[in-house]
């Protein structure tokens, strides 16, 4: 297993010193969260291969073009295919091997899905696609807006048909959709995990902060022989200050877990 620790836990901080940061408190892989158009294109990665000795091995489908990529007008969906272009292409470069995207959500409205999900499933195989060319694998995170169970994770990968598309398992996302963690990585052939505890009110916490049964998702996770990336990904809120320390605390918190 792969411990790893994302750039959107420690925004607003430019992305360079985030992975700088991550690489100070002693983790040897990250995940990306591209902040601006300049971070999804292929010489960034350049730039990030200059600037630190550990491997983003994952990057998150940017959140601030997520009104690209979800969007049916048909110069967007343009603009969807330059930038999976380039997001790939950025992966190659980077020796990334997943790249992470959320479930389509329509608040329920009939009319609105009507009109945006053919388009969406579209883009959606387009990135798979395009993953696929540059060795990435396309890995769906589970939400309380979509995904919310191992059914419904089934359900929109199967809408989508295409064959690099993969579940995966975020724990606070999890929770909040009623769900117990390990019992859906029981349930799911899981390719990443994104990790963070739960506390009452507090979500996203750092692992070991809160309630989670992570001695229950680890065993699980050994049981499948799981090897891949485990990535804290807690919200930012919470490393505004003392980031490395905080860092260093969850990755002994983790590594004593996996013994």
């Known amino acids: 297993m792969k411990l790893s620790f ?20 002693g983790f040897h892989y990250a995940e990306l969260m591209p902040q601006c158009a300049r971070e999804t294109k292929p010489e960034f990665a ?3 291969l200059k600037s630190v000795n550990l491997t983003v091995g994952s990057i998150h489908f940017p ?31 980077l020796g990334s091997k997943v790249i992470v995207i959320h479930p389509p959500y329509y608040g329920g409205d ?3 899905k009507k009109i945006f999900h053919k388009p969406v499933l579209n883009n959606m195989r387009y990135l798979c696609e395009k993953s696929m060319e540059h060795g990435v694998k396309v890995a769906l995170e589970n939400s309380p807006k979509g ?4 059914d419904e994770m089934l359900k929109v990968i199967k809408e ?6 993969f579940p995966m398992i ?15 990585i029981e349930a799911l052939d899981v390719i990443h995990i994104h990790a963070s505890d739960h506390k ?13 049964d992570w001695e229950g998702v680890i065993s699980v996770l050994k049981k499948r022989n799981y090897s891949e990336l485990f990535t804290v990904e807690p919200a930012y809120r919470y490393l505004l200050e003392d980031p490395v320390e905080k860092m260093q605390a969850a990755l002994r918190f983790l590594e004593k877990l996996l013994g």
């Open 6 to 25: 994302s750039t959107a836990g420690l925004f607003p901080r430019e992305t360079i010193d985030s992975l700088k940061l991550i690489e100070k408190a």
């Open 46 to 48: 350049e730039v990030i």
């Open 63 to 93: 959140l601030v073009f997520f009104s690209v990529f979800y969007n049916p007008y048909s110069g967007m969906v343009k603009e969807a295919e330059k930038l999976i272009d380039d997001l790939t292409k950025m992966a190659e470069v």
């Open 110 to 112: 009939e009319t609105v």
């Open 147 to 150: 995904g919310r169970t191992p």
């Open 160 to 165: 989508v048909n295409h064959e690099n598309l």
């Open 170 to 184: 975020d724990t606070t996302e999890a929770v909040e959709s009623g769900q117990e963690p390990a019992k859906m």
């Open 200 to 212: 009452g009110e507090r979500k996203h916490i750092l692992p070991g902060e809160g309630d989670l």
